[in-house]
């Protein structure tokens, strides 16, 4: 297994509420990404980071934000939850190699969330 | 830019007959290829991947992958499949800006 850590594994919460997902990386790693998926469905990248102070939106649009102050740290936060976010956000990180792509991800347990 | 296609959604075996998930990729110059695996309720976890060398590529959990340039292929296989096998599979180019762009998947069912 790999050192990256979500809180909380499971969320249920009502609309209109303010919700962090906390992501953690012990590995060292640069890059670090942010993914949404339901249940036994592909994945969508949804914001990723090659490093401090750099954050980019991925192919999927989200309403959600994130911030990257710390190397190992990389929250997902969304200001008005809704039930349209009910879904699965997993966080994974990677190393940097010269051959760029060839980068493997390393993925943490993932947050369920549910929103009422 | 570089993309796969796995053409069986589901694939469903025996325990101990072979396991084969397919995986056909469409790139230009030399791919990068990985596959990963999810376990239910689980994150993904890293399995094998291609960059150069040789083709035959081993991973984790017994699994092993060969990539065939003339068939443009990247099939995963198990000799003997295990029940504990029984997952969403991946098959994962990087996708431009070299981010991994996975699919569907492939969901694996080993019976007793």
């Known amino acids: 297994e790999a050192d990256i850590y979500q809180t909380p594994r499971y969320l249920v919460i009502g609309t209109g509420k303010k919700i962090t997902l906390e992501c953690s990386q012990t590995m060292g790693h640069d890059k670090m990404y942010w993914y949404q998926q339901d249940p036994g469905m592909e994945l969508h990248l949804i914001h990723y980071?090659?490093?401090?102070?750099?954050?980019e939106k991925g192919d999927l649009s989200s309403e959600s934000t994130v911030s990257r102050i710390r190397t190992e740290h990389f929250p997902l936060t969304l200001e008005s939850a809704r039930p349209s976010h009910t879904s699965q956000y997993l966080c994974a990180s990677s190393e940097v190699y010269s051959s760029g792509g060839a980068e493997t991800q390393y993925f943490g347990p993932g947050t369920r969330l549910l929103v009422l | 830019a570089q993309s796969v296609a796995q053409p069986e959604d589901q694939v469903n075996v025996a325990e101990g007959n072979p396991l084969t998930v397919k995986c056909t990729y469409s790139?230009?110059?030399?791919?990068?290829l990985f596959w990963y695996v999810q376990y239910p309720n689980r994150g993904l976890q890293f399995l094998l991947k291609y960059i150069t060398g040789d083709n035959l590529v081993k991973g984790s959990y017994g699994f092993e992958a060969e990539f065939n340039k003339s068939q443009t292929s990247f099939h995963l296989k198990k000799p003997s499949a295990l029940v504990s096998d029984s997952a969403l599979y991946f098959c994962a180019p990087p996708s431009n800006d070299y981010k991994l762009s996975f699919g569907a998947g492939t969901t694996v069912t080993v019976r007793a």
């Open positions: 980071s090659y490093g401090v102070n750099s954050t």
């Open positions: 790139v230009s110059g030399n791919p990068y």
